[in-house]
């Protein structure tokens, strides 16, 4: 495993976290894939557009987020990343609260890496 490679995905994880958590759809369109395909704890298949889409509206609010239990394998210009998230918030009227374990595929483009697939599921 190449360690500046994992450093790098764990610094890019803490990007994601603090953009989800500020609403940044910049920084989120920087870091995910056109191509993303992301299912949902609620069994939705998620699109780039449609994850930007929940932010930019304010429909997908989190009011605190953190992360604990990641474990990261590079696998190539690949990295999985396995992680549980304590997050609150609401997404439209419905309230967010709780642990969720995600997984997340990022590959690298270039210099660049970027969020190309991931799963959630409620803990």
């Given at each position: ?37 992301f ?53 439209g ?6 642990k ?24």
């Amino acid at each position: 495993m190449n360690t500046s490679d994992k450093t790098t995905i764990e610094q890019l994880e803490i990007q994601l976290l603090d953009a989800m958590r500020h609403a940044n759809v910049e920084t989120l369109d920087k870091l995910i894939h056109p191509d993303l395909l992301f299912n949902s704890a609620m069994g939705q298949t998620v699109t780039k557009e449609i994850d930007l889409q929940s932010y930019s509206s304010g429909l997908m609010k989190v009011d605190s987020i953190s992360a604990s239990d990641q474990q990261i394998n590079i696998i190539g210009d690949t990295a999985v990343v396995a992680v549980t998230i304590d997050m609150n918030g609401e997404y439209g009227v419905q309230p967010i609260s709780g642990k969720v374990r995600f997984l997340r595929v990022w590959k690298q483009f270039d210099n660049s890496w970027q969020v190309i697939a991931g799963s959630s599921v409620m803990i």
